[in-house]
């Protein structure tokens, strides 16, 4: 199995490169060369790896989910990826998602010396088990940190992906949100059921909205809430809300 992955990864090393010689910004670091390197050497300047070790993992077309996996648990005791990168191991992390016609169409670049100071890598993370070509238990586990996660805790250098670029329209209401999310899920064949699911969130997320609770209960009556004043709502310290 080991082999396998490792002769199907391989085969996107070309792309792989041809993405980091993209990113030489975020690895290498052009420094004035030494008063002796400049008069016994020919040299003015001089390029600098930062860290210089760089991980790579790919996951197939069939993963939809844009998470940074890592294998954090071997039955066997066996020393994991996670406890290599938690020792200090490793200065970046290409992850990236290939496609049915074998091209790698979305990729984060990790840096893991800020991971590993964002406590992330020591988070109580939920352990997933790993499965076999026969859905049984192989005996491993691994964790599963959301890239936005990684993006708003300044991990990630770079990255080409669409589900990290997407803003929430803070000027909207949640009601609205949910009306245009429902018309573009049912484009893409969403269930019913799962619409009604996020109907029925949207609605308890306006439910909490309490003008009454608002100093500008007056300007905002009759209007719904966006998500900007929503937001604002629920910060409101309760020592401040207005008395009934």
């Given at each position: 199995?080991?082999?396998q992955?490792?002769a199907?990864?391989?085969?996107y090393q070309?792309?792989v490169l ?9 690895l290498v670091?052009?420094a004035?060369?030494s008063d002796?390197k ?6 003015d300047?001089v ?10 993992r790919l996951r197939?077309p069939r993963?939809?989910?844009r998470d940074w996996?890592i294998r954090?648990r071997r ?6 990826e ?8 490793g200065s970046h992390y290409?992850?990236?998602w290939?496609d049915e ?7 984060i ?7 590993r ?8 993370w939920?352990?997933?088990?790993n499965k076999d070509?026969?859905g049984?238990p192989?005996?491993?586990y ?6 936005s996660?990684l993006?708003?805790?300044?991990c990630?250098l770079?990255w ?11 000027y ?5 949100g949910?009306r245009?999310?429902e018309?573009?899920y049912?484009?893409?064949g969403i ?7 996020i ?5 308890t997320?306006?439910?909490q909205?309490h003008w009454?609770d ?6 905002q009556?009759g209007?719904?809430?966006t998500?900007q004043?929503m937001?604002g709502?629920?910060?409101?310290p309760?020592?401040?809300q207005?008395?009934?």
């Amino acid at each position: 199995m080991y082999q396998q992955d490792r002769a199907w990864e391989g085969s996107y090393q070309d792309q792989v490169l041809a993405i980091l010689n993209t990113q030489m910004h975020h690895l290498v670091e052009l420094a004035i060369a030494s008063d002796y390197k400049d008069r016994k050497q020919a040299t003015d300047f001089v390029v600098k790896m930062k860290g210089g070790d760089i991980a790579v993992r790919l996951r197939r077309p069939r993963y939809e989910q844009r998470d940074w996996t890592i294998r954090a648990r071997r039955d066997n005791g066996t020393k994991t990826e996670l406890a290599k990168i938690r020792e200090g191991y490793g200065s970046h992390y290409f992850y990236g998602w290939t496609d049915e016609l074998h091209g790698i169409t979305e990729w984060i670049l990790i840096d893991l010396n800020k991971a590993r100071a964002s406590g992330l890598l020591t988070r109580d993370w939920v352990l997933i088990a790993n499965k076999d070509l026969n859905g049984r238990p192989d005996g491993t586990y691994f964790i599963a940190i959301p890239a936005s996660v990684l993006r708003d805790a300044g991990c990630l250098l770079d990255w080409r992906c669409p589900i990290l670029s997407r803003q929430v329209n803070l000027y909207v209401s949640p009601n609205e949100g949910l009306r245009r999310a429902e018309h573009g899920y049912s484009a893409r064949g969403i269930p019913r059921r799962d619409l009604e699911i996020i109907n029925t969130i949207g609605s308890t997320l306006q439910s909490q909205a309490h003008w009454d609770d608002h100093p500008d209960e007056r300007e905002q009556r009759g209007r719904e809430p966006t998500y900007q004043q929503m937001r604002g709502l629920w910060a409101w310290p309760q020592s401040s809300q207005r008395k009934k």
